[in-house]
């Protein structure tokens, strides 16, 4: 039988990524084997409580991000990180795609400073790789409080396919991944 000390640990991770609008960045984590949760949400700025609304006036200072729940032992930060670049730009400057504003722009908050180790190695890695002729503008900065977006962006790409579709190609975001990588994303 295990201990209460043993009991009491919390065997997961926290991970928050900020690529822009948040109904495309929470597919392709929440499917991933060892992920527990993907949750939309505010994270980075200086507004207590913000809300959807608050964030879109890109006053706030918060970026849409989503925050995932993992267990290391079955899935490695290393592994989101390279899921992360995948479904961003990782070289564009206060936005993703269509969407405009220091609310939408990327960014990889740490939660320790073995995530920030691994983050920046990782932004090296894909700057030296050659896959990108611009700059990899992408901050990373210490996870800050993270609010969680209201239920109706919660899995918004389950609860509304068809919108979530249009949108993710409309915004440019679909082309861009398949172009770039090869993939549809949202894996």
């Given at each position: 039988m295990a201990s209460a000390d043993e009991v009491s640990k919390n065997p997961f991770e926290k991970a928050t990524f900020a690529g822009g609008c948040f109904w495309c960045m929470t597919p392709p984590f929440r499917q991933l084997k060892g992920?527990?949760?993907?949750?939309?949400?505010?994270?980075?700025?200086?507004?207590?409580?913000?809300?959807?609304?608050?964030?879109c006036t890109g006053t706030t200072g918060h970026a849409e991000s989503v925050q995932i729940v993992y267990d290391p032992k079955q899935i490695s930060y290393d592994e989101l990180l390279e899921v992360f670049w995948r479904n961003i730009d990782p070289t564009q400057q206060d936005g993703q795609f269509a969407d405009h504003g220091s609310q939408y722009r990327t960014a990889i908050f740490y939660h320790s400073e073995e995530q920030k180790r691994l983050a920046?190695?990782?932004?090296?890695?894909?700057?030296?790789?050659g896959k990108f002729n611009q700059p990899i503008m992408?901050?990373?900065?210490?996870?800050?409080?993270?609010?969680?977006?209201?239920?109706?962006?919660?899995?918004?790409?389950?609860?509304?396919?068809?919108?979530?579709?249009?949108y993710k190609m409309g915004s440019g975001r679909a082309d861009y991944i398949k172009k770039t990588w090869g993939t549809e994303g949202d894996h």
């Open positions: 992920v527990q949760s993907v949750k939309a949400g505010y994270t980075g700025g200086h507004t207590v409580n913000p809300t959807y609304e608050d964030v920046q190695a990782s932004k090296e890695k894909l700057q030296k790789s992408t901050e990373i900065t210490p996870a800050s409080t993270f609010y969680v977006a209201e239920d109706y962006h919660q899995d918004y790409s389950l609860k509304n396919p068809a919108h979530y579709k249009l």
